[in-house]
Nanobody, 117 residues
Framework: QVQLVESGGGLVQPGGSLRLSCAAP????????MAWYRQAPGKERELVAS????????NYADSVKGRFTISRDNAKNTMYLQMDSLKPEDTAVYYC??????????WGQGTQVTVSS
């Protein structure tokens, strides 16, 4: 069974940066558009950014546009999220998955991002 493994989260001050990674061993990674999602305490999970299967097309939520960059390395079955100019409202657990609810794999444990001074 495919497992999604997120890493790279942590505690960072406002204005700081983090780079998240998503590994998907066992997935035919290059066949699927992928995405990052996040869930803040008391809120529903939301789409943050998505990337097409070959990495040509990317899309971002308005709240992160211009600050976050999604990328992928299909040779490594890995996706990344570079997060710059972080804000306290970016605090959440970040998850990766295939793009589109109908294609969701079982969710991984996610990686906690906390932005606080």
């Amino acid at each position: 069974q495919v497992q999604l493994v997120e890493s790279g989260g942590g505690l960072v001050q406002p204005g700081g940066s983090l780079r998240l990674s998503c590994a998907a061993p066992g997935l035919t990674f290059s066949s699927y558009a992928m995405a990052w999602y996040r869930q803040a305490p008391g809120k529903e999970r939301e789409l943050v950014a998505s990337i097409s299967n070959l990495g040509v097309v990317t899309n971002y939520a308005d709240s992160v546009k211009g600050r976050f960059t999604i990328s992928r390395d299909n040779a490594k079955n890995t996706m990344y999220l570079q997060m710059d100019s972080l804000k306290p409202e970016d605090t959440a657990v970040y998850y990766c998955n295939r793009r589109g609810a109908a294609l969701f794999l079982p969710w991984g444990q996610g990686t906690q991002v906390t932005v606080s001074s």
